[in-house]
């Protein structure tokens, strides 16, 4: 069947005006050429679509059913159309990602309040996950890109480091540390440590240091959320080492010394390999490069 979309806005205007001029004039054609679609419609249909008569042009039975079902048709893809132009605006249109929690806190607030600012057309869902729902979101076209604590393999993804966030030791304002301007990693064995669990990205990366720097530990606690590693601190169960962008759930009692030799985590903005982003997508992306620049450059 070869039936035309002009064909079936013809059909429309002409079974909503009652009239070939009229409805010839809506689409800014002429009469003949309206009239020459609609024969070619039915012909290509095989059957009547209008009873003719010198006053008015009224839809058949079949020209009556075609109407309605047309008209919800076409008012659906003109919508997904719609949709479709919004995403070819760079400034326009809804942007998905994932990032690990921490990152969730510290980065992803500033970025989303950048981008309200400066392209209010623009809407951010954001799924906060651990490091490997995140990856499993960008590997399966969940989200559009998301952002992890460490590089990805470059087989399955394309990844950008932004960041460089050092990790910090969190203690108690009566605890010895206080007095150290800063504290060597050897300082902490024998100490109660509150570490985040192996859910998280920089777990792994903490145990590394200790692994490497044969560093005996005593983990005390393991929790998943850097807010409830600093209510442990705060009531008396150890220490915690955790990185500077989870610092924004500080509460008052506690404080923060730096870790000699300083240690980080790269903060990675992370997409399918060889996938192009959405214009709005690029846009957020850049919007991250920013606020992460602004924050800690990577070359600094």
């Known amino acids: 069947m070869n039936v035309s979309m002009r064909q079936l806005r013809a059909f429309l205007a002409v079974a909503g005006h009652r009239h070939f001029r009229r409805a ?4 800014h054609l002429t009469q003949p050429a309206v009239s020459r679609l609609i024969a070619d419609l039915e012909a290509e249909l095989d059957v009547r679509l209008f009873d003719r008569s ?9 020209g009556r059913y ?21 995403q070819a605006d760079p400034l326009r249109g809804r942007v998905r990602i994932a990032a690990v929690p921490t990152v969730s806190a ?12 400066e392209h209010p057309a623009l809407e951010i869902l954001l799924r906060d996950q ?10 399966g076209g969940e989200v559009d890109f998301g952002l992890t604590v460490e590089p990805a393999t470059t087989e399955e993804f ?4 932004i960041l460089r966030d050092p990790f910090l030791v ?15 990693w050897k300082a902490l064995t024998g100490q109660p440590l509150i570490l985040l669990d192996h859910a998280s990205g920089s777990r792994r990366l903490i145990d590394e240091v200790f692994a490497r720097r044969q560093i005996p530990v005593d983990i005390t606690l393991e929790v998943g959320h850097p807010h409830t590693a600093f209510r442990m601190v705060e009531a008396g169960l150890g220490v915690t080492v955790t990185p500077a962008l989870s610092l924004d759930a500080l509460r008052p009692g506690l404080a923060v010394r730096s870790l000699t030799p300083e240690v980080h985590r790269e903060v990675t903005l992370l997409r399918r390999r060889a996938r192009s982003l959405s214009p709005p997508a ?19």
């Open 24 to 27: 010839a004039d809506a689409l």
């Open 54 to 62: 010198t006053r008015e042009v009224v839809p058949t039975e079949a």
């Open 66 to 86: 075609l109407e309605q079902a047309v008209s919800r048709v076409l008012d659906e893809l003109d919508g997904v159309l719609a949709h479709a132009r919004t």
């Open 106 to 117: 510290g980065l992803v607030p500033n970025c989303i309040a950048l981008c309200a600012q």
């Open 130 to 139: 651990s490091q490997a729902q995140v990856l499993d979101a960008v590997r």
């Open 158 to 161: 394309d990844a950008q480091t």
């Open 170 to 184: 969190v203690c108690r304002e009566d605890h010895p540390f206080v007095e150290r301007e800063a504290v060597p």
């Open 282 to 300: 690029q846009t957020v992306w850049e919007a991250f490069r920013e606020v992460a620049a602004a924050l800690s450059p990577v070359g600094r």
